[in-house]
């Protein structure tokens, strides 16, 4: 069932019953590619008027579409390790140490796991199999714990309470000068220490979130680099997590990935996410 769900979604048999116009499908993906960018840019860069820009975003968040934004931390940015992990989704699960959960529309869900340790990541993953059943994928990347300044836990902090805040705001929160949170935050984000998310209702869209588990992530990231929003990975394997305005998009990529780069990179469609920073307030 698992296999024929996959290829019948990647031939393009599963249609998305939601319509939306071009114009607000690509509203969406400038909001997951570049979260940091100013609605003046964004109706800049699609032909807008600023204040028909404002409309159609007020627009989505009226119609539950657009609901914000988070901000997901990497655990060892605050001494946790992590994993992944994907059960059949039979049953939902969230449970303590889940920072992000991934709904997949191949009968999976993906789970980032945290804890003090791998071993205490395994114990939680046996918890969850007595709910969930056996696991069908499970991948630990190789990691150290950061040994994070006081500044930027600060600036994190603030970031996780106001994604949106600006440097000036969290300097004055936080008495650091505007200087040091714009290098910090620019550093911070460009490390993949901190991402912004914005949180859209993707069963309210037709635009197509993604992802790749591959263990040649150099080479794949150069072929999704157009599509991708997210990326976690060490230094060899990982997962790239990608947004695209259509369900045709995700087959090219992926057979361009697979003919390319790792023939046995795994793809999951995804119908759902939620963020959970185990980053304490």
């Known amino acids: 069932m698992y296999i024929y769900l996959k290829e019948k979604l990647l031939n393009g048999l599963i249609q998305i019953v939601t319509t939306m116009d071009e114009l607000e499908k690509k509203i969406l993906i400038y909001l997951f590619r570049d979260p ?8 800049k860069e699609l032909g807008l008027t600023p204040p028909s820009l404002t409309y159609r975003i007020k627009k989505l968040q009226d119609e ?5 934004y988070t901000v997901l931390v990497n655990p060892n940015f605050y001494g946790k390790y992590y994993g992944f992990v994907a059960f059949k989704n039979y049953y939902d699960y969230m449970g303590e140490g889940i920072f992000f959960k991934f709904k997949c529309l191949e009968w999976l869900n993906v789970y980032g796991v945290e804890g003090s340790s791998i071993p205490e990541i395994e114990d939680k993953i046996e918890g969850m199999k007595k709910i969930l059943g056996d696991y ?6 190789k990691q150290e714990i950061i040994e994070s300044k006081p500044y930027d836990l600060q600036i994190v902090k603030y970031l ?3 994604p949106r805040a600006q440097a000036a705001e969290i300097a004055q ?3 650091l000068t505007q200087k040091l949170v ?4 620019k550093i911070l984000l460009e490390k993949g220490i901190v991402k912004l998310i914005p949180i859209i209702d993707l069963k309210k869209t037709d635009i197509v979130m993604f992802s790749i588990f591959t263990r040649r992530v150099a080479e794949t990231r150069k072929i999704l680099d157009s599509c991708k929003i997210l990326e976690i990975n060490d230094g060899q394997a990982g997962i790239i997590g990608c947004i695209t305005d259509r369900i045709e998009n995700v087959r090219k990529y992926v057979e361009a990935v697979r003919n390319v780069a790792d023939r046995e990179a795994d793809v999951m469609v995804i119908y759902d996410y939620q963020i959970n920073s185990g980053f304490s307030l």
């Open 36 to 43: 940091s960018l100013s609605q003046r840019n964004i109706a």
């Open 64 to 68: 539950g579409v657009f609901q914000g």
């Open 136 to 141: 069908s994928l499970k991948y630990f990347p």
């Open 160 to 162: 996780v309470r106001n």
């Open 173 to 175: 929160e936080t008495g």
């Open 182 to 185: 714009e290098k910090r935050t």
